[in-house]
């Protein structure tokens, strides 16, 4: 069982930026895949950014650009940095992990992007 833990959501101007963290209770290096998913209030939850073994990254058009993914295997932990952010990056945001035929999601974190 793994489990994950995200933070730093929050209320930002647009243009501003946020960075999201999401700890997990393993060692990270043995996820095949760890990203980052956003549901907006009636719509689907779509894909934001992954990354997958050998460190390749895959990222949502809507953010290409904008939002880096990173991880920091010391620390268990993988990043979402999120700039130049827009009213419609507005979602709450779910950390996703896979292992194996497994996978793992966090409760999520609030981005809200207003004046």
């Known amino acids: 069982q793994v489990q994950l833990v995200e933070s730093g959501g929050g209320l930002v101007q647009p243009g501003g930026s946020l960075r999201l963290s999401c700890a997990a209770s393993i060692t990270i290096f043995r996820l095949y895949a760890m990203g980052w998913y956003r549901q907006a209030p009636g719509k689907e939850r779509e894909l934001v950014a992954a990354?997958?073994?050998?460190?390749?990254?895959d990222y949502a058009d809507s953010v290409k650009g904008r939002f880096t993914i990173s991880r920091d295997n010391s620390k268990n932990t993988a990043y979402l940095q999120m700039n130049s952010l827009k009213p419609e990056d507005t979602a709450v945001y779910y950390c996703?992990?896979?292992?194996?035929?497994?996978?793992?999601w966090g409760q999520g974190t609030q981005v809200t992007v207003s004046s």
């Open positions: 990354m997958r073994s050998g460190s390749r990254t």
């Open positions: 996703h992990a896979v292992q194996l035929s497994s996978e793992y």
